[in-house]
């Protein structure tokens, strides 16, 4: 089975600045996806990022970009020039490319509370 | 234009009782899911649909039952419910082809008494 380990539990950046969360994650397949949400206070579940496995180069999505290392089974989410609106939980999550039905499910990490502060 | 909407969005009840919650999605996906997000904030599948069949049914308790009326709506049933059932519940649903990204409702915090 597929884990996923996010080891910050909590993180602080000052606005402007930029922050790494980091994620691993422990897999025999090859072939599978890697995702960050975001839930803010509100509680929804937003997509930041996505990334394929098949993939060599790391996705960026304005300011999120992340470090996709498939080797060391790492992929940590960076975020630059910080806003007030990115304090929230970060989630990372695992799919498998697997194309039967269980392989659709989302294994998620336990989340690293991102604070930003002026 | 909601693309994932979930009813309701607080359910306050006593133990024993049952409770249904709604999902519906306007994406035009045909795959649903249900995910339970406890106090210590860990997400973790219970169950999904593909075309009103069963796909995934993790190790959970059989008082959760899951209905599929159509492709855009899973609903969640919970029979005699327990202490340990206070949870946030969502609904994401996505196309079924292989690594889609899952969108998600906005949640149901169950609370119960």
């Known amino acids: 089975a597929q884990t996923v380990t996010q080891s910050q539990p909590e993180m602080s950046v000052q606005e402007a600045e930029t922050v790494t969360l980091s994620c691993t994650y422990d897999t025999s397949e090859s072939d599978y996806y890697l995702f960050w949400y975001k839930q803010p206070p509100s509680r929804q579940m937003i997509l930041v990022i996505r990334?394929?496995?098949?993939?060599?180069q790391n996705a960026t999505e304005n300011r999120f970009s992340v470090n996709f290392q498939k080797a060391a089974k790492s992929f940590s989410l960076k975020i630059s020039d910080s806003q007030l609106g990115d304090a929230a939980m970060y989630f990372c999550?695992?799919?498998?490319?697997?194309?039967?039905?269980?392989?659709?499910?989302?294994?998620f990490g336990t989340g690293t509370r991102l604070q930003v502060t002026l | 234009d909601t693309a994932v909407s979930q009813t309701p969005k607080y359910l306050v009840t006593q133990m024993g009782n049952d409770k249904s919650i709604k999902c519906e999605q306007n994406l035009g996906h045909d795959t649903m899911y249900w995910y339970k997000q406890d106090s210590k904030k860990f997400l973790k599948i219970m169950f999904s649909y593909n075309n009103k069949e069963l796909i995934i049914n993790e190790t959970v308790p059989n008082r959760f039952s899951p209905k599929s009326p159509d492709k855009a709506h899973l609903n969640l049933h919970i029979n005699s419910l327990e202490l340990g059932d206070s949870a946030v519940y969502f609904c994401?649903?996505?196309?079924?082809?292989?690594?889609?990204?899952?969108?998600f409702g906005p949640g149901t915090r169950l609370l119960v008494l």
């Open positions: 994401a649903s996505s196309p079924y082809l292989t690594g889609q990204t899952q969108y």
């Open positions: 990334q394929e496995a098949y993939k060599q």
């Open positions: 999550a695992y799919r498998s490319g697997g194309y039967t039905g269980t392989a659709s499910k989302l294994t």
